[in-house]
């Protein structure tokens, strides 16, 4: 795999830690996200075949989850928090990120519960998303994607663990036990209900390589933070072929926007992403949320909400909700969250049967 990809996969570690922050502080509720984080670093770790490198890695994966996970991946949450979690504001940020795209997805569901109905998500990552969202749906068949290394650490991660297997639908197997069988081993889980897609998106051509999508249901397509790391001529390769394959689907954007100040929020983002190596192509072109519903038209979607994270934190959010939220913790830097807010845009289009999301949309 190439460095660059490396450094791509990596960045699904900060969102599955800023989620297990706001977890914590009971932002959000996941039951599976404790042992996903296990299974994650124990297989993460197991497909290192450097032992230097290996213990580099396990000492930063358990820094980035704030020293809560031994060195084989097992929670240590006995320890007595407090420990030092993410910022407030970084924890209201993911906190509306992720309960906005729960809004979208939720009420599309519940407006799907007669037929059989699919969600797609592309970069998947460690989310675990499509497990909540198997538990409450009996209609729904859930499709996720990412690179082969992350399928295959989520997969094992899944099998590892009753709670995650029985999420899914899957049965035990017996798990590759050194780093060349592991590997090697397939990265691909199929349930009947369940399917995790190893495969590069940049490298989607043909429906083949997903057998599992059935083109003619109801599909919701999630991109979560993904297209944002891809060329923009990619991106819109996979989101044409979604558009020109499904016969009627939905598709869900949450990309971080650059803004178009001089001095710009997504020059210092960029400078700072650049620091680790990664990259993100679209970011300055597709700066507003107007361009990104410009480049979604150009391409033949029907944008029928398209907003920012501002404009949905204070337009989405029932009061008594943001009270108790506001609860949680002191946030001091509510001028700092708005700025941040205002720089992700979550974008919801349609095709086939047009569809539009009962909340407002600010353009
Ligand atoms: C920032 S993480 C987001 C993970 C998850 N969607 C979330 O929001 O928690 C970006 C994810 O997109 C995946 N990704 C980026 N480019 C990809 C590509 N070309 N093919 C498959 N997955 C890709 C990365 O591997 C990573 O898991």
Request: glycine share 4%; aromatic share 8%.
């Amino acid at each position: 795999m190439l460095q660059q990809d490396q450094i791509t996969r990596s960045t699904d570690y900060d969102a599955l830690a800023c989620r297990f922050s706001c977890h914590l502080k009971k932002y959000l509720q996941d039951k599976y996200l404790e042992a996903i984080i296990s299974g994650t670093l124990k297989y993460q770790l197991l497909a290192i075949d450097s032992e230097y490198k290996r213990l580099a890695v396990r000492r930063q994966l358990s820094k980035q989850f704030f020293g809560l996970f031994d060195g084989t991946g097992k929670a240590k949450l006995t320890a007595k928090l407090p420990v030092v979690l993410k910022s407030p504001v970084i924890n209201r940020g993911t906190w509306i990120r992720t309960r906005a795209i729960d809004l979208v997805v939720d009420k599309w569901l519940a407006a799907k519960t007669a037929t059989p109905v699919q969600i797609i998500i592309l970069g998947c990552g460690s989310d675990t998303r499509g497990m909540r969202l198997l538990e409450n749906n009996s209609n729904l068949t859930v499709v996720e994607i990412d690179f082969e290394e992350t399928c295959r650490i989520k997969k094992y991660s899944i099998l590892d663990q009753e709670l995650l297997r029985s999420a899914v639908g899957a049965q035990p197997e017996p798990e590759p036990t050194t780093v060349e069988q592991f590997n090697a081993s397939s990265a691909a889980l199929d349930t009947p209900r369940y399917h995790l897609v190893p495969l590069d998106l940049r490298q989607l051509h043909s429906m083949t390589q997903l057998p599992a999508v059935d083109p003619s249901l109801p599909t919701l397509v999630l991109s979560e933070c993904c297209v944002c790391y891809m060329e923009d001529v990619e991106s819109d390769r996979v989101l044409q072929f979604l558009r020109e394959n499904l016969a009627e689907a939905v598709l869900v954007v949450y990309d971080p926007i650059g803004g178009e100040s001089p001095g710009n929020y997504g020059e210092i983002m960029l400078k700072n992403l650049s620091m680790r190596g990664i990259q993100m192509p679209s970011l300055l072109k597709y700066s507003t949320i107007e361009k990104q519903h410009e480049r979604l038209q150009k391409l033949g979607f029907e944008s029928t909400n398209v907003s920012d994270l501002s404009y949905i934190y204070s337009h989405w959010i029932p009061e008594d909700e943001l009270a108790a939220i506001n609860r949680l913790e002191l946030l001091d830097e509510l001028e700092e969250l708005n700025l941040i807010n205002r720089h992700y845009c979550l974008i919801v289009s349609s095709w086939g049967s047009p569809w539009h999301l009962p909340l407002p949309s600010q353009i």
